[in-house]
């Protein structure tokens, strides 16, 4: 598992949807946690069982603090919020939820 404190730049959106191959399975997975302090970002290989597990134990930590998740898709432009961890998602975001006033 690798955690960095700096954003990553999305895929472009206007990248044709292709079967996974193998590599695309061998790739990272990143989950990215937005804060008022920036962006950490946690990555996980899937299939590797230690990465998942760290990241998994992120994610409910995140889920602990009220953060919101959302699977996002491989352009970045649908997301859809989920409650438990995902080690097949390729892109997870965590947002806090918005304070009425």
């Keep these: 598992m690798t ?3 700096i954003g990553l730049p999305r895929t472009q959106p206007d990248e044709p949807d292709t079967e996974e191959s193998q590599e695309d399975a061998a790739a ?21 069982k230690v990465e998942e ?11 602990l603090e009220g953060k919101l998740a959302y699977k996002t898709d491989k ?5 859809e919020q989920i409650h438990t961890f995902d080690p097949q998602a390729r892109a997870i975001e965590f947002v806090s939820p918005l304070q009425g006033g």
């Design 75 to 79: 352009g970045g432009e649908n997301a």
């Design 53 to 63: 597990k760290q990241a998994s134990d992120a994610f409910d930590r995140m889920r």
């Design 28 to 48: 990272q997975h990143t989950m990215r946690i937005l804060d008022p302090a920036g962006v950490t970002t946690v990555t996980w290989t899937v299939g590797n």
């Design 3 to 5: 955690i960095l404190a």
